[in-house]
């Protein structure tokens, strides 16, 4: 394992912001591809926010639970919130407006290579060398 990041994020943007820059500075140390880190980023950041606003409704007493474990081939980026979840379905047909809620996961979707959706909890799999 060339990295793990874990940590429960209080449901609040400062703490947020302050974690999710913790992160995307070590994982820039681990992987020196600017494009796969610009994606990284606006990965994290859609999943968390959406936590943070969807799942927890912006409620600061509750957590949201960030793993990143980078190895030689792949990164993993999980997030987990107390919120009662979502049943999303990506319908490939349907057309994508971007003034309607789920855009964000339609991002992600598009920056990643593997996407879970469980209840609560958001896992992605972006693959990559980190050299």
Request: hydrophobic letters at 35%; a neutral charge.
């Amino acid at each position: 394992m060339d990295f793990e990041y874990k940590k429960v994020i209080k449901s609040d943007l400062k703490d947020i912001d302050q974690a999710v820059s913790f992160v995307l500075k070590k994982l820039s140390d681990v992987i020196r591809d600017e494009e796969i880190m610009f994606n990284i980023r606006l990965v994290i950041n859609e999943i968390v926010i959406n936590s943070y606003e969807h799942g927890n409704k912006c409620c600061k007493t509750k957590g949201i639970k960030l793993k990143v474990c980078v190895n030689m081939d792949c990164i993993h980026i999980n997030v987990k919130d107390e919120g009662e979840g979502i049943n999303y379905i990506f319908n490939e047909n349907e057309n994508m407006n971007m003034t309607t809620s789920g855009r964000g996961l339609r991002i992600v979707k598009n920056l990643v290579d593997e996407l879970n959706i469980n209840n609560n909890e958001i896992s992605a799999t972006i693959k990559t060398k980190t050299t």
